[in-house]
């Protein structure tokens, strides 16, 4: 068992963070962003810092815990990061690796070489431009003639990232605040919402979601610009890097196990009676349990799937008792207040607006013939989860009305 320090910040950081995890290395991982940091949590299993650390600060850390090995797993261009890691390592004589990122390239895109160079390409053109480069470098794009009127910047849906959007004059519509990973899909939804022409990427790998952009872009008839690599890679693969350690590489994060509980009498309670707490209430009546309802407004069809119901805003006591808790209002507030009070109770716990703090996934069902399907892509792909439970609905449709 070695003592590993990763910085991450990437993808590939948090993946080979669980498999040298589950290779039995004590693990500490560190990230720049509170957001990080609670994406970091939700795999557990190894021990999280937060904040951004210069030169000294981390020279301290490293000498106070004594790591065996450091792990480089930042994005290739927190360049400052790499170099100030180096030499504290090297200062302290303690190994240091750095995670090379998987790259693939796309064939008909404009490659640049920086941010000035991609808005020196756009100044000759027109059209919407979504841009995917993340929220630090936004300001590099600032100079673009017509900048708040055609960029559209996704970025991490944390204050940081939208404090910098306003900072350099984007407003409301222009700020996309997501956490990916994004599916071709979405990417592919996004550039035909906004109408775009041009979508802006760094040359980020696979794993950064690069190929899901391109393929999106192809389809919507957008040109992609690759800010290419300020400097050539070296490094160690996330392969070599778990042979090093012992760990079995894994591609993504495991997914989900399927369990099948009898629901037969048991309590529920869902928090909400929008589109989403009506959905999920229909499938939960099929499994014969009984399921109270707390909303300030209720519609009819809830009202009269519900066994009972509170007319009324959510009260922490409607928690006691229940086998398991909904938690689907619109309110982030409320259904986080939901989740934590649930978890100090140990009842189990479900949000709808967010994946990291669900104890469980709601799957998409389908039943027939005495069997039940429930589908889930372990929170990848909503949209993919829903497309396979019509699939079957449909085929077992087709069946039942003797259609073949
Ligand atoms: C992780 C999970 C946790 C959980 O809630 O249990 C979750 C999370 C989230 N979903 C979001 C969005 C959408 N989800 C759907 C659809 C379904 N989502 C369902 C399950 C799950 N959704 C769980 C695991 C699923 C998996 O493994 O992938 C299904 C299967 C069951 C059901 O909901 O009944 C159902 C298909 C039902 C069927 O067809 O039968 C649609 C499409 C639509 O509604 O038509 C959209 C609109 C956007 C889009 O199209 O992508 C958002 C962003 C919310 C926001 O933007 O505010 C979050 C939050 C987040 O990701 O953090
Ligand atoms: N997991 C999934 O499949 C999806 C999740 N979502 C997310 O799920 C959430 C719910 O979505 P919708 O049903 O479409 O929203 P909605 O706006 O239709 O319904 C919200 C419900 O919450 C209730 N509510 C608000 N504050 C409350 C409180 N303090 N106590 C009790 N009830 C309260 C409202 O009265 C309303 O009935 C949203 O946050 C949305 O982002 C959206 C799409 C899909």
Not at 9 to 25: D, I, K, N, P, V
Not at 114 to 125: F, G, H, I, K, W
Not at 163 to 177: F, P, T, Y
Not at 384 to 399: H, S
């Amino acid at each position: 068992m070695k003592k590993l320090l990763i910085f991450s910040g990437t993808t590939e950081g948090r993946l080979l963070a669980g498999s040298l995890c589950r290779a039995g290395h004590h693990v500490t991982v560190s990230v720049a962003t509170e957001y990080g940091k609670e994406l970091a949590f939700s795999e557990a299993g190894y021990r999280v810092w937060t904040g951004r650390l210069d030169r000294e600060e981390m020279e301290e850390k490293l000498k106070a815990e004594r790591f065996d090995a450091v792990i480089d797993a930042t994005h290739p261009y927190a360049v400052q990061v790499t170099e100030n890691l180096k030499s504290a390592c090297e200062a302290l004589g303690i190994s240091y690796y750095r995670l090379k990122r998987m790259e693939t390239s796309a064939k008909e895109a404009v490659y640049v070489s920086s941010p000035a160079e991609a808005v020196q390409y756009l100044e000759q053109t027109s059209g919407k431009v979504l841009l995917t480069t993340g929220a630090k470098e936004l300001s590099a794009y600032a100079s673009l003639s017509g900048f708040s009127d055609r960029v559209y910047a996704r970025v991490l849906p944390c204050v940081e990232s939208i404090e910098a959007c306003q900072g350099c004059g984007l407003m409301g519509g222009h700020i996309l605040a997501m956490q990916g990973p994004f599916s071709e899909e979405m990417n592919l939804a996004v550039l035909r919402q906004i109408n775009a022409e041009f979508l802006v990427t760094k040359s980020s790998g696979t794993a950064g979601g690069f190929d899901e952009k391109v393929r999106a872009a192809k389809r919507a008839g957008a040109v992609v610009i690759v800010i290419g690599r300020t400097q050539q890679e070296t490094g160690f693969s996330m392969e070599e890097l778990c042979g090093l350690f012992g760990a079995c590489q894994e591609l993504a994060p495991p997914a989900y196990f399927p369990m099948f509980f009898p629901l037969q009498g048991k309590r529920i309670l869902v928090v909400g009676a929008g589109a989403i707490a009506a959905r999920r209430i229909q499938t939960l009546k099929r499994f014969g349990c009984y399921i109270t309802v707390v909303a300030p407004r209720l519609s009819d069809p809830v009202r009269a799937m519900a066994d009972r119901i509170y007319e009324r805003e959510f009260a922490d006591s409607d928690c006691g008792g229940m086998y398991f808790v909904l938690a689907a209002t619109n309110d982030r507030a409320v259904n986080h207040h939901i989740v934590s009070l649930c978890r100090n109770r140990g009842i189990l716990v479900n949000a709808a607006d967010c994946k990291e703090e669900c104890d469980f996934y709601f799957p998409a069902v389908a039943e027939h013939d005495g069997l039940v399907f429930g589908i889930c892509s372990s929170g990848a792909d909503h949209r993919k989860v829903k497309q396979a439970a019509n699939f079957l609905r449909r085929e077992f449709g087709r069946k039942q009305e003797g259609l073949e």
